[in-house]
């Protein structure tokens, strides 16, 4: 079945819904995601979005701060058209129906490692929950958006695959004109046919074994912009969240970098203080340090986990800022985080690379976009601020959506004949033991060898594996019909 729309969105976290409400003002808009509409890495986000926001704070600090934590490799103009920016687009989220936590009539500003100020926008800890609920919200009421769930994307549409015409093949870049997607009730593949595409299918946390990310965060944008073309850039850098509980199972559950911003300690399984060894901003250093610092200490003393300390912090107002953390733990994990110490370890927990884009959401294949977690605009560096995340989603989607609107301007009105999707020559599984192994197999090696710390030959037997792998996958998705668990 092929359907047609002006723009398809390709995922349903904070930088597909604002993509999508702003796009649906001069199109129709498709948005596909692979579950119910909900899942996503924004639903989960605890700490919330940095922003300016307070007459303490400033442009040049937040710009600073947020090129300081990236280590050098942070694109400027990128990191300064994001902080500028940022505060009008927090505005339109509130104007949307985000409820953030106030105080005294004021966004109640909490901090996080890297930040030299309190500027995070949060609502108590639950900040991404609120901000799906407003988005979605908004969504529902746009007769202009249609949302499919258990849709997955599978391919984008290129040059490849369009059937005859030359006229669609033109010397130059690589086009998109949509993409082929896998409905999981009906089981078929359908083609979604568009004159501009944005992939926000946000990270790729569930490449490793011990990751914050839900289970839909499996790369599957960067994926499919690789195959077709498109450039990807410091795919390298991986963020390591230095503090999930430990033991909490698949994904790990976030004790957020707001309860150190709060004044939480960490401390060895002995007790003992130790961030005063690796940094003089101590428990507020930013991530990549606070990682480094556990994962040392771990190997240093053979420890398994550290603690992270809240008992000398008051208890109602422990529950009172983090009541999602204290709930979950208390009821899920029989922990009370106000009169015991809490259990944490790093896992891994955001790519700061992706597909590369310029400033305005543009990839190097033209008719397709990029917002959110899965691309490179250029922000982070090796290594994200705190908050800066749902920040850059909201600035980067918004521009996405202006160069967009100015694309549908000056490209030709329709999109050429494609092929549908070829299963010929696959067949149903009866060996699904090899991709179930292939799976476990990568994110074990991800963890031990391209984990927080690196060496050359760590890396080099990783490769070699991978590539071992990899031909064996796609051996087996040659003949094998293609199901949510294949891809
Ligand atoms: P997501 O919100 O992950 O959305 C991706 C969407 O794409 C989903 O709907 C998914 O189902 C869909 N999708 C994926 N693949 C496909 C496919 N093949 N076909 C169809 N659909 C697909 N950042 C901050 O700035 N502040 C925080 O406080 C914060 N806390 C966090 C806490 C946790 C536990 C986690 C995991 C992350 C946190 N982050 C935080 C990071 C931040 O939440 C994410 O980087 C951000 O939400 C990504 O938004 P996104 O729209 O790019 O992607
Ligand atoms: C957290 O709350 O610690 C996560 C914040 C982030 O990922 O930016």
Redesign the pocket.
């Known amino acids: 079945m092929t359907q047609r729309f002006d723009v398809l969105v ?9 993509y999508a409400l702003k796009a649906s003002q001069f199109g129709t808009v498709a948005v ?4 119910e ?14 922003a300016v926001m307070s007459q303490l704070d400033s442009f040049d600090l937040h710009v600073k701060d947020t090129l300081s934590t990236g280590v050098g490799l942070s694109h400027p103009d990128a990191v300064e058209t994001m902080v500028r920016e940022g505060p009008d687009r927090l505005k339109e989220l509130i104007q949307i129906g985000a409820q953030f936590t106030y105080v005294d009539g004021k966004l109640d500003l909490g901090r ?1 490692g890297g930040h030299s100020t309190h500027r ?1 926008v ?1 609502a108590r800890d639950f ?2 929950k609120e ?2 609920r407003a988005l979605l919200h908004a969504v529902s009421i746009n007769p202009n958006i249609r949302v499919f769930e258990d ?4 391919e984008l549409i290129t040059e490849h695959h369009v059937r005859t015409s030359p006229a669609f093949r033109p010397a130059g870049p690589i086009h998109c004109w949509g ?1 082929y ?2 409905n999981i009730v009906d089981k078929r593949v359908d083609t979604f046919l568009s004159r501009v595409t944005l992939l ?4 790729l ?1 569930q490449v490793y074994v011990h ?4 289970p ?6 960067v994926a ?1 912009a690789c195959r077709a073309g498109a450039t990807i850039a410091n795919m390298e850098f991986i963020q390591f ?1 230095p503090t ?1 509980l430990f033991n909490s199972g698949s ?1 790990s ?2 004790i ?3 309860v150190r911003g709060f004044g939480a300690k960490l401390r060895a399984a002995n007790g003992e203080e130790f961030m005063h060894l690796y940094d003089p901003r101590k428990e507020l250093a930013p991530r990549d340090i606070v990682a480094y610092a556990i994962d040392t200490e771990l190997k240093k003393r053979g420890d398994d986990h550290v603690l992270l300390d809240l008992r000398h912090l008051p208890a109602a107002e422990v529950q009172d800022k983090f009541p999602h953390i204290y709930t979950t733990c208390l009821q899920k994990f029989k922990l009370d985080i106000t009169s015991e110490p809490i259990p944490v370890v790093p896992a891994a ?3 700061c690379g992706g597909v590369m884009t310029d400033i305005n959401g543009r990839t190097s294949v033209a008719g397709l976009y990029a ?5 490179m605009t250029g922000v982070h560096g090796a290594n ?1 601020l ?8 909201l600035v980067f ?1 918004d521009r996405a959506v202006r160069a967009s609107e100015s694309y549908l301007r000056d490209a030709p009105a329709d999109v050429p004949q494609v092929e549908p999707w070829d299963d010929s020559d696959t067949l149903n599984s009866e060996e699904w033991i090899l991709v179930a192994h292939n799976r476990r197999e990568i994110q074990q090696l991800m963890w031990d060898y391209v984990g927080i710390v690196r060496s050359d030959l760590r890396l080099e037997r990783a490769l070699r594996r991978m590539e071992l792998m990899r031909g064996e996958v796609e051996e087996f998705y040659k003949r094998t019909k293609v199901s949510e668990g294949l ?1």
């Open positions: 390709i995922g349903t976290g904070i930088a597909g819904l604002s596909v995601t692979k579950k509409r909900a899942e996503s890495n924004t639903n989960y986000a605890q700490g919330g979005v940095a996080e995070i949060h900040t991404g901000i799906e849709h997955v994307a599978l993409a997607v896998l926000a299918t946000g990270g946390g990751t914050t990310n839900p839909i965060a499996t790369g599957d944008g499919m969240h999930t994904p559950f976030l957020s970098e707001a927990h955001y790519s917002a959110g977690e899965v691309s994200r705190a908050s800066n995340s749902l920040l850059e989603a989607s891809i």
